[in-house]
């Protein structure tokens, strides 16, 4: 295998610069004359606005100058959109009220933003902000989706009615209450899927930058999609043309989605470097993160399985209220609808399914995609219900998995929830993970533990996610406003050096080695010849970004098809060049060769003649080897695994530890399997951070943030997470050149699960059922004592 | 109130006018202009800002300024030999121990200090060393590998066999 081609492990070629403290993340970047701009925010969930005094800020020392909501609707400035619409059942359109750049006349969550102090230093713009006084007349808030439904509840919205942004619904309900009405069993259970904070550690920052002499505005920002960014400040808030609107987004540290988005503070700095006539930066610190950034998940659910009497599972029922914030982020209404519900058949043959969810606003900040967006949502509920079911039933929980699997020749699999799976085999990935856990000598090891005075559990969990978004014919019907493609250029320089610019964009995952990887291993030239330009719209075609595990499926594609494009054209010139017919060229490991003779050209000379056409088929071809592709996928990829956790509980403490955690994946086609695998760690690691020590949490009376801060929000350490044990079982997708389907959730789906099976299994002897996430060792603790002093009693 | 601050900053002697409250950090990042050491929270938490100070690991988001009159400081940017990495740095390459990047900085800065203090840490050693490091990105699962292997190599043994199939340079 040559170095560097698929399937190898190589080296980033990204891991320089950051380990040498050379990355170029948007706070290392200076302007020429910049200024700091510092976002006064509301420190209360919900209030009248009443007067916004900023008179002494205005003259307070180095101050340049200070903006509130009234100077940017003066300016006629729109709000942030909200790029999907869904609809009700009732046909009706999802109630869309305005999401304000800097708050008019009301907050609506505390860190809302209502006014911009802009000075030649942050600490004096900090200091300015202190002086504005703000008359706000506050009125109660409601944070939670359940007291939010009930009647009386504080209204976030007059024209949402009962706090309901829609109610929507999937699948055929008359089937599942058929199914329910005649099955052997039915299982049932109301479950909650915790609220969520990405952080991503680096926390978000945009400069703003005004040209005047060309007129043309600059935007740097922690982006995943600057393209997007672009199309929506420009279109939407700012009204300014594509072509006079450049954003660019350098290194990112990190987004897990929460950097798609589009955000005020973006909007703030590029209008007001065009008002000050100077470079505004603004970052963020990271307690400003926490009430400013999307959040995710927030789910409350009651979910019901009815199984016949060979234990298979004959009908699904899902009712789910989504907590969207106080206003629509950029994707946060596809989250809990067509992310999740489309989810629900997983990797089982239920043949009825229905869903619906009801959207709520609350006093919040937005809810919108974090990891896995959706689809973590859904594997949580279904792969708990199977866990139930099993226990309820009394049958091994790999066994009632492997009795309703999809099996491996089934495919391509229509569910009945819209999605047409392509491929798979879920029994395989399960029988992997199965054996890697030691999962038949488990009653072994539980003993063991006992014996030692810990409860020691096992679980289960198994997940298909839909990745590659999005085909967009598909995803317009459903609702986007925006095509779900991706574009790539691969330019090839005249002396045989390539550039690929790529619309995807790379905040963690690799794809300065990825890309060039399949770029080396399909034009047959070193790595070292390929340069990977992303994350800039003067330089890049016009394309969506890297979200929904989409990179390798969809912009990996694209490049693909580009690279094909310069291997057509190549062949024709080659063949002019070797005086064949075109037909007898074939392109093989960087050379066109006429078949069957060692007559050739590389790709280098090919180049170089198209662009020093001396002697070239001008009939026939433009100079020049420079192709654009845009792919839009077929459908979309299909990634599937099992997750195996085994977890011991102190009993006396309530302590968890996760003793082994197994993952078998299916990403179809791999390039570069470290990456993969360091992929899996992360979510892994993510779906464990939401099981067992992350959760957002308001005060129900005042709407204040609780865990605001690294004090209060439990992030993973490194001494709370084990080793992983990875393995990956390949079929591959079916309608991509590549046959890849993506890495990037996995982790983040499967993980969750696992492990609230594994901590029911260990506590399953004292009669627990379900316990809710995060399972800190206070919840275990006490759900410990609960069931200890019931079983007493009885 | 302004004051003037005379270090030494990856072996070159470095000076800047600072306020009474800023920090190290920022005297680092904004005007000596190295960038590599990074802001990832406003709790001492995340540890993205750790460098050495007169040898000792320090987040330098704790330290004002004007307590680094006269110190010795380290940053990322002084670790490497010219364009040779330090073992340490080449460690975390050969085991994809970084991701984004950003907690990076702070994590080389760590894994040095625990090995100058412990040179054959063991795994559960180096997890709970990294207590005050976050990583939002790589499950920490490589970094352990890491910093085994760069302590490895910075005792003068071999490498242990990379566990990715990372083929030697």
């Known amino acids: ?794 | 109130m302004q004051k003037t601050v005379s270090l030494t900053v990856n072996g070159k002697p470095a000076s800047a006018t600072v306020e009474g409250r800023t920090l190290l950090v920022q005297l680092l990042r904004e005007q000596l202009g190295l960038t590599g050491t990074h802001v990832g929270c406003d709790t001492s938490q995340c540890g993205a800002c750790v460098v050495h100070v007169n040898g000792e690991a320090v987040k330098a988001c704790t330290l004002l300024a004007v307590q680094a009159e006269g110190a010795n400081v380290l940053t990322i940017e002084g670790v490497a030999n010219g364009d040779t990495l330090h073992p340490m740095q080449e460690a975390f390459r050969n085991n994809h121990a970084l991701q984004c990047g950003f907690c990076t900085p702070g994590m080389v800065m760590s894994a040095l200090d625990l090995v100058k203090n412990n040179p054959k840490p063991t795994d559960k050693e180096i997890r709970e060393y990294l207590e005050g490091n976050l990583c939002r990105c790589t499950g920490y699962h490589n970094i352990v590998l890491a910093i085994a292997e760069g302590a490895a190599v910075m005792r003068g043994e071999a490498p242990p066999a990379n566990p990715h199939g990372v083929a030697a340079e």
């Open chain 1, 1 to 794: 295998m040559a170095d560097g081609s698929i399937g190898t492990p190589v080296r980033r070629r990204e891991d320089y610069r950051f380990l040498t403290g050379q990355g170029t993340y948007t706070d290392d970047i200076n302007r020429p004359g910049q200024v700091y701009a510092y976002i006064l925010r509301s420190p209360h969930a919900n209030a009248r606005l009443n007067r916004i005094d900023t008179s002494g800020a205005a003259s307070a020392p180095g101050v340049v100058a200070v903006f509130t909501g009234q100077d940017m609707a003066k300016d006629g400035i729109g709000g942030l959109p909200c790029g999907w619409l869904i609809n009700s059942k009732d046909g009706s359109p999802m109630k869309e009220p305005p999401h304000p750049v800097l708050a008019v006349d009301r907050v609506r969550h505390v860190g809302d933003p209502v006014a911009v102090v802009i000075a030649d230093s942050l600490g004096q713009a900090r200091d300015a902000a202190e002086t504005i006084a703000v008359d706000y007349a506050v009125e109660p808030a409601v944070v939670d989706v359940v007291a939010a439904l009930k009647p009386g509840a504080p209204q976030v919205w007059p024209e949402a009615p009962g706090n309901i942004c829609y109610d929507w619904h999937l699948g055929d309900a008359a089937a599942v209450e058929t199914a329910i009405g005649k099955a052997a069993r039915v299982v049932k259970l109301d479950l909650i899927n915790n609220r969520l904070i990405a952080n991503a550690m680096e926390p978000r920052a945009a400069i703003g930058e005004y040209d005047r002499a060309t007129g043309e505005h600059i935007l740097y920002t922690t982006s995943q999609n600057p393209h997007v960014i672009r199309l929506l400040m420009g279109a939407f808030v700012l009204h300014m043309p594509e072509s006079k609107l450049r954003v660019v987004a350098p290194d990112v540290g990190g987004g897990f989605g929460s950097k798609i988005f589009h955000y005020a503070e973006e909007a703030i700095v590029t209008w007001a470097a065009g008002k000050v006539r100077k470079p505004i930066k603004w970052t963020a610190d990271r307690s400003e993160s926490f009430m400013s950034d999307a959040h995710g998940r927030d789910h409350v659910t009651h979910v019901e399985l009815a199984v016949d009497k060979d234990a298979k599972f004959i009908a699904l029922k899902v009712s789910t209220v989504a907590n969207m914030g106080a206003y629509l982020s950029t994707f946060a209404t596809c989250v809990p609808t067509y992310l999740y519900g489309t989810l629900l058949a997983g990797t089982y043959t239920t043949p009825a399914i229905y869903v619906e969810t009801k959207a709520v606003f609350t006093h919040t900040v937005p809810v919108d995609a974090y990891r896995g967006a959706g689809r973590p949502e859904a594997t949580f509920l279904l792969e708990r219900i199977v866990d139930l079911a099993a226990d309820e039933l009394g049958i091994d929980p790999a066994e009632l998995r492997r009795r309703n699997f999809i099996p491996a020749n089934a495919f391509p699999y229509q569910t009945p929830v819209a999605l047409q799976y392509d491929s798979g085999d879920y029994q395989s990935t399960l029988e992997l993970a199965l054996k890697a856990a030691g999962y038949s000598e488990f009653e072994a090891r539980r003993q063991e533990a006992a014996r030692r005075g810990k409860l020691r559990g096992i679980g289960l969990a198994t997940y298909i996610e839909a990745c590659g978004i999005a085909p967009s014919a598909v995803v317009g019907s459903l609702g986007a406003r925006a095509g779900l493609f991706e574009s790539a250029a691969v330019r090839v320089h005249p002396t045989g050096s390539v550039s690929i610019l790529t619309g995807s964009h790379s905040h963690g995952q690799g794809h300065e080695t990825t890309f060039a990887q399949l770029v080396s291993d399909h034009l047959g030239i070193p790595i070292e010849s390929i340069e990977i330009v992303h994350g800039d719209t003067a330089k890049i075609p016009y394309g969506m970004g890297t979200y929904g595990s989409r990179s390798i499926a969809v912009g990996g594609s694209a490049i693909v098809k580009a690279m094909d494009k310069v291997i057509a054209k190549g062949r024709k010139i080659a063949a002019h060049l070797l005086e064949a017919s075109e037909a007898d060229v074939e392109f093989k490991d960087g050379n066109f060769t006429v078949a069957g003779t060692d007559r050739l050209k590389s790709l280098a000379e090919v180049a170089l003649t198209a662009y020093v056409p001396h002697n070239f088929p001008h009939d026939e071809l433009e100079p020049g080897l420079d192709e654009t592709a845009f792919y839009d996928p077929k459908n979309f990829t299909f990634p599937s695994g099992a997750h195996i956790a085994e977890i011991e509980i102190d009993p006396d403490t309530g302590r968890l530890e996760i003793v082994n955690f197994t993952a078998s994946d299916d990403f179809g086609r791999i390039i570069n399997p470290m990456i993969v695998a360091g992929q899996v760690h992360g979510g892994l690691a993510q779906g464990i951070g939401q099981a067992v020590l992350e959760g957002c949490v308001y005060d129900k009376e005042t709407g204040q943030l609780l865990t605001g801060s690294y004090n209060d929000y439990a992030m993973p350490r490194a001494d709370d997470l084990p080793n992983f044990a990875l393995s990956t079982h390949v079929t591959l997708c079916t309608h991509n050149p590549l046959g890849v389907k993506g890495c990037g959730e996995a982790g983040a789906i499967g993980a969750p699960a696992a492990i609230a099976n594994a901590v029911v299994d260990a506590l399953k002897p004292l009669g627990v059922r379900h316990v809710e996430m995060p399972l800190t060792p206070e919840r275990l603790w006490r759900t410990i004592q609960q069931h200890q002093t019931r079983a007493a009693a009885e």
